[in-house]
């Protein structure tokens, strides 16, 4: 009875990690690094090490953060994915939507259904729609 889905589309990327925290049903965490005052947190959620949630932040439900990543002020994260390294400055809202390593947002960025690949501090970004067309000839 084990679970087997093709994560070739980021649609069945996103499923199959939607497919996974439907299955913790609440909050797992490793070591939090800093967690600021008013932090809402809605499973189920997964979180890795050395998390900082800065004040009025929240995450969930529907999200997933890898190690090291960064909650800016009254920043959200809502049914996402974050790899390593990733930081919201202050004032950021990221709904469906995969970032990738090391993304850095700035301040009162919104992005939503999209997946995110690159930014640094001081760049734009470059990123694609969540939902994929398939490839024709």
């Known amino acids: ?17 939607k497919d996974f925290l439907e299955k913790t049903k609440g909050t797992t965490s490793s070591r939090l690094a800093s967690i600021g005052r008013e932090i809402k947190i809605s499973p189920p959620v997964v979180v890795g090490d050395n998390l900082v949630l800065e004040d009025g932040c929240s995450i969930g439900p529907y999200s997933i953060l890898g190690d090291n990543c960064s909650l800016g002020e009254k920043s959200k994260a809502q049914d996402c994915i974050f790899w ?3 930081t919201l400055a202050d004032n950021v809202m990221v709904k469906s939507a995969i970032l990738g390593f090391g993304v850095y947002l700035h301040p009162g960025t919104m992005i939503e259904n999209k997946i995110v690949i690159k930014v640094q501090q001081g760049e734009g970004f470059l990123s694609q729609p969540l939902l994929s067309k398939p490839f024709r000839n």
Request: aromatic share 20%; charged share 20%; glycine share 10%.
């Open 1 to 17: 009875t084990g679970y087997w889905i093709d994560i070739g589309t980021p649609e069945r990327y996103f499923k199959a990690n």
């Open 84 to 86: 390593s390294n990733v």
